[in-house]
């Protein structure tokens, strides 16, 4: 049912929620899973037109990436990675789309309406800008 399943990652320690999830998932419907880590920093935003060199963080993101698709593919999940740059949201709906994937599955903090209008909200932007379907796992406290 779902052959590729793109997963948003924060690097927090909200990733351990959907991970678990997606892990069982994967393994059920024998899907690929795309992790996607999107940095939206300044430095992020403008490195290409300023042709900027990778930053600490940046570099961090991906290496964090790298140690999730390892041990994923360790445990025979075919997996592959994306580092995105800038708005989280449309990062995420355009990976989804060029990356085949048929399952956005992420993460959601639970915020009320007052902490989305303040925060905003990654996940309830992606689920009005793209037509995949997203299943969304609220972070275990």
């Known amino acids: 049912m779902y052959d590729r399943i793109l997963v948003p990652l924060e690097n927090s320690p909200a990733d351990a929620t959907i991970l678990s999830h997606v892990r069982d998932l994967a393994r ?15 430095a992020a935003r403008n490195q290409e037109q300023l ?16 140690r999730c698709c390892d041990e994923l593919t360790r445990d025979g999940i075919p997996t592959t990675i994306v580092l995105g740059k800038g708005d989280p949201a449309a990062e995420i709906v355009a990976a989804a789309a060029r990356e085949g994937c048929d399952l956005i599955a992420m993460t959601t903090h639970g915020h009320r309406l007052l902490q989305d209008i303040l925060r905003g909200s990654v996940a309830s932007d992606v689920r009005h800008r793209t037509s995949v379907p997203v299943l969304m796992v609220r972070q275990r406290a």
């Open 28 to 42: 059920v419907h024998r899907s690929a899973l795309v992790l996607i880590h999107v940095a939206d920093g300044w």
């Open 51 to 66: 042709n900027l060199t990778d930053s600490e963080e940046i570099m961090q993101d991906r290496a964090y990436l790298e």
